[in-house]
């Protein structure tokens, strides 16, 4: 008989003992699932801030002529896409790294450049994926408090330490909606140390520079220790091909292109992204009628006693204090008629719900079913 060595479960490394703590990314809950457990055919999620208009339709029909090209991979140097872009932002292509959404960007930032032992910095109500992957990475997460649901520069900036490797901050932020303007930016990265990479997440920009937001990528020829990301996902709406792109500088990009696997992203995603952003026109009509849509609602919001945060994104968020009414069993009410919003309990935001900025019909829908329910 041969001899069988005792079964051990495969063993973690030193650094990252920490990942069992990681609590798994929730997404918005399926429609699937809530036609499910309702017995309802007609469903409203709000809950992903995806966009209600669907991507531009050169997006959609270069998606569907790639079909016949599915045994070939894909071009690893993204080599059109990344030109495509070098010209809109005005950088070199070497600045520009392509990901499976910008999520995968910020996730290839923290493994980069931090690890165990090392701090990684961002506000409190910050994107739930930034300590997921400084977890993940074997760091230690610094949350900083915010100022009224908005991220603290001076509090960001005490909040740095030798070890501190990475900053993340989203602007505008998921979930609050709230962003800094272009002084506060710039005190922040004036003060910065150089050797910490400040990751800023423009996954909502398309949204806010409308709205006197600041374009980040203009940044980066005067900061060399600066990551933007962006994406596809959200204005675009492209967020089931899983593509977004971050710029920063050559030597930054460099080190992301070392550690991401090959082929990472996708023909469809790449050939979608490429006719989408050629179609100018179509995003700025999606952001111009989300603004108009989400508007109405915030006032519609206030009227109802619902205090809506001011919101720079597709998505507002809802402080229930007020009303006494508890966020969860909302929640679950909302689904009852149809409509999936999100919690944020997990951001420490115990009374909040975020809700989607849909098509109008949709934002009427949901309005209703809250002034129901309160
Ligand atoms: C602030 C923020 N950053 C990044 C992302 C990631 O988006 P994706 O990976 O689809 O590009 C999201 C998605 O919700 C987000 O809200």
Same mark, same amino acid.
């Given at each position: 008989?041969?001899?069988?060595?005792?079964?051990?479960?495969?063993?973690?490394?030193?650094?990252?003992? @920490?990942?069992?703590?990681?609590?798994?990314?929730?997404?918005?809950?399926?429609?699937?699932?809530?036609?499910?457990?309702?017995?309802?055919?007609?469903?409203?999620?709000?809950?992903?801030?995806?966009?209600?208009?669907?991507?531009?339709?050169?997006?959609?029909?270069?998606?569907?002529?790639?079909?016949?090209?599915?045994?070939?991979?894909?071009? +690893?140097?993204? #080599?059109?896409?990344?030109?495509?872009?070098?010209?809109?932002?005005?950088?070199?292509?070497?600045?520009?790294? #392509?990901?499976?959404?910008?999520?995968?960007?910020?996730?290839?930032?923290?493994?980069?450049?931090?690890?165990?032992?090392?701090?990684?910095?961002?506000?409190?109500?910050?994107?739930?994926?930034?300590?997921?992957?400084?977890?993940?990475?074997?760091?230690?997460?610094?949350?900083?408090?915010?100022?009224?649901?908005?991220?603290?520069?001076?509090?960001?900036?005490?909040?740095?330490?030798?070890?501190?490797?990475?900053?993340?901050?989203?602007?505008? +932020?998921?979930?609050?909606?709230?962003?800094?303007?272009?002084?506060?930016?710039?005190?922040?990265?004036?003060?910065?140390?150089? +050797?910490?990479?400040?990751?800023?997440?423009?996954?909502?920009?398309?949204?806010?520079?409308?709205?006197?937001?600041?374009?980040?990528?203009?940044?980066?020829?005067?900061?060399?220790?600066?990551?933007?990301?962006?994406?596809?996902?959200?204005?675009?709406?492209?967020?089931?091909?899983?593509?977004?792109?971050?710029?920063?500088?050559?030597?930054?990009?460099?080190?992301?292109?070392?550690?991401?696997?090959?082929?990472?992203?996708?023909?469809?995603?790449?050939?979608?992204?490429?006719?989408?952003?050629?179609?100018?026109?179509?995003?700025?009509?999606?952001?111009?009628? @989300?603004?108009?849509?989400?508007?109405?609602?915030?006032?519609?919001?206030?009227?109802?006693?619902?205090?809506?945060?001011?919101?720079?994104? +597709?998505?507002?968020?809802?402080?229930?204090?007020?009303?006494?009414?508890?966020?969860?069993?909302?929640?679950?009410?909302?689904?009852?008629?149809?409509?999936?919003?999100?919690?944020?309990?997990?951001?420490?935001?115990?009374?909040?719900?975020?809700?989607?900025?849909?098509?109008?019909?949709?934002?009427?829908?949901?309005?209703?079913?809250?002034?129901?329910?309160?």
């Amino acid at each position: 008989m041969p001899q069988t060595a005792p079964q051990t479960s495969p063993r973690l490394p030193k650094g990252l003992a @920490n990942v069992v703590a990681i609590k798994p990314y929730v997404p918005g809950k399926p429609i699937e699932d809530v036609a499910r457990e309702f017995g309802l055919t007609e469903i409203h999620k709000l809950a992903s801030n995806e966009s209600p208009y669907g991507p531009p339709p050169p997006a959609m029909a270069a998606y569907k002529k790639i079909a016949d090209d599915l045994w070939i991979y894909p071009d +690893n140097d993204a #080599f059109r896409l990344t030109r495509k872009v070098a010209d809109i932002h005005g950088v070199q292509p070497n600045q520009i790294i #392509f990901g499976t959404g910008s999520s995968h960007l910020l996730e290839l930032a923290a493994r980069a450049f931090a690890g165990a032992g090392d701090e990684v910095v961002f506000p409190e109500h910050g994107f739930i994926c930034y300590a997921l992957f400084t977890q993940a990475a074997g760091a230690t997460a610094v949350r900083v408090a915010e100022k009224n649901l908005t991220a603290d520069v001076d509090g960001l900036l005490a909040a740095i330490t030798p070890k501190t490797r990475v900053l993340f901050l989203a602007n505008p +932020n998921n979930p609050t909606g709230t962003m800094l303007d272009e002084e506060a930016l710039r005190h922040l990265l004036d003060n910065v140390p150089s +050797n910490v990479l400040v990751v800023l997440d423009e996954a909502y920009a398309d949204y806010a520079l409308i709205e006197g937001g600041v374009d980040g990528t203009e940044l980066v020829h005067e900061y060399r220790n600066l990551l933007v990301t962006r994406t596809f996902s959200k204005a675009y709406a492209l967020a089931a091909l899983r593509i977004g792109y971050a710029i920063g500088s050559e030597e930054v990009v460099s080190i992301l292109k070392r550690l991401r696997p090959p082929f990472s992203v996708s023909t469809p995603a790449l050939v979608a992204a490429e006719a989408a952003i050629g179609d100018a026109a179509f995003i700025s009509d999606v952001v111009r009628k @989300n603004k108009v849509e989400r508007d109405r609602m915030a006032k519609a919001y206030d009227a109802l006693g619902v205090l809506a945060c001011p919101s720079y994104c +597709n998505f507002v968020l809802l402080d229930l204090a007020v009303t006494g009414k508890d966020p969860s069993e909302l929640f679950v009410a909302l689904q009852k008629q149809g409509i999936i919003v999100r919690p944020v309990k997990e951001y420490g935001l115990n009374t909040h719900l975020r809700v989607s900025i849909g098509l109008p019909t949709e934002n009427d829908k949901v309005l209703a079913a809250i002034r129901s329910l309160l």
